[in-house]
């Protein structure tokens, strides 16, 4: 009688827990935008015969349930934080470090990927007759090594930057980043904790590189008046849902220059190289010139020369560097620009061409074969 007894109640339990997210799901607001996740979630289907008969709004119904349902922040959180306890990480192709720093999985070795796009640089180069500069940035797993768990597949950047070089060899001049971000006395300062992009003093160094590369002037780091935001959690935060440990400080390095930025997708031009606004917002980064715009160009009266820069997200920071030097700046993002980048360079005359990809961005870019 008892153990009928006991089973009875754990049926009401669980019956009364069912219906208690059950009404939480139909009483509480739903969002429209995980600021964790930083993501739309899923809206409401529209019942339709056509989709019924397919089976489409069954899964629709499915994704959008899942994505209100309620306490869903802390349940994909503690999914994600008892992946990690019971080292199973990597199940979202991020990792976290002994420092508690939340880094890429390491780019695939794809030597197939290596070879269209560096096919698709060559051919680049060639159809200008003229040679072309290539950066790729080194993955902060591979530079901060010492703070990465044990891994079964651990990271080669220096094994696919030679890759690449010697596929561009005679058509693009590679600038090493590795040897030089490896013997920083901080490399911790160059990259964030809760984001792949490198920090302000990362961008800083890459470009003052690329700038002695050319011959041209750098600014020193002290030439820089500096104000930094707290608070800041990049697309790695979000993706891992290792969410609770502390956030990144954005900073914002200016030079006291002049800057006018045009955006093709925007009416007007924007004075100076920081959209400020973007600060009080969940995602922080693009404060630098606004984030991915097709193309854009940064004019400053006091430079000198003109620089096409096609670019990934990587670049949105270090253009801030290199505008102080060039009176032109164009940015090209292959991902939205559907031009031809090699009747750009014959129309305008560029002085200085230079392709720059974060490494894992370029294993996995497919938009490079736009480049003619």
């Given amino acids: 009688m008892k153990e009928k007894t006991r089973d009875k109640w754990i049926c009401v339990l669980f019956c ?44 629709e119904v499915e994704t959008w349930a899942a994505d209100h349902l309620p306490g869903r922040d802390w349940l994909v959180g503690l999914n994600a934080w008892y992946d990690w306890a019971s080292g199973r990480q990597g199940s979202k192709d991020i990792y976290r470090g002994k420092s508690g720093r939340l880094y890429e999985a390491p780019a695939p070795a794809d030597q197939e990927q290596i070879r269209r796009n560096t096919a698709a640089i060559c051919a680049f180069a060639q159809s200008l007759d003229r040679s072309v500069d290539l950066m790729l940035v080194p993955s902060a797993g591979y530079v901060l090594q010492e703070d ?12 696919l ?23 920083e006395a901080d490399p911790e300062a160059l990259y964030y904790g809760t984001d792949h992009h490198w920090t302000a003093r990362g961008a800083w160094l890459a470009a003052s590189r690329y700038l002695e590369s050319k011959g041209r002037q750098t600014l020193p780091s002290a030439a820089y008046q500096v104000t930094a935001t707290e608070g800041f959690y990049g697309t790695t935060y979000s993706r891992s849902a290792l969410w609770g440990g502390g956030g990144d400080r954005i900073e914002l390095w200016d030079s006291g220059g002049r800057f006018r930025v045009t955006n093709a997708e925007a009416s007007g031009d924007h004075q100076g190289l920081f959209y400020r606004e973007h600060l009080t917002e969940s995602d922080k980064y693009p ?26 997200s ?30 750009l360079v014959r129309d305008e005359g560029f002085d200085d061409l230079l392709i720059l990809y974060g490494l894992n961005n370029f294993m996995s870019d497919g938009n490079l074969i736009r480049l003619e």
């Fill in 16 to 59: 009364g827990v069912l219906g208690l997210v059950l009404l939480l799901f139909l009483l509480l607001p739903h969002r429209s935008f995980s600021e964790k996740e930083k993501r739309y979630l899923a809206k409401a289907p529209q019942l339709q015969s056509s989709s019924v008969l397919s089976g489409a709004f069954s899964r």
């Fill in 148 to 159: 990465m768990p044990p891994l079964t597949d651990p990271y080669q950047d220096n094994l």
């Fill in 161 to 183: 930057l030679q890759a690449v070089e010697d596929s561009v060899e005679g058509f693009a001049e590679p600038l090493d980043l590795l040897a030089c971000f490896c013997s």
């Fill in 287 to 312: 404060v630098y010139l606004d984030g991915n715009h097709s193309l854009l160009r940064i004019h400053n009266e006091r430079g000198s020369g003109k620089l096409l820069l096609v670019r990934d």
């Fill in 314 to 343: 990587f670049a949105s920071c270090m253009a801030c560097f290199l505008a102080d030097s060039y009176e032109e700046l164009v940015l090209v993002d292959l991902r939205y620009y559907r031009g031809a980048v090699s009747q």
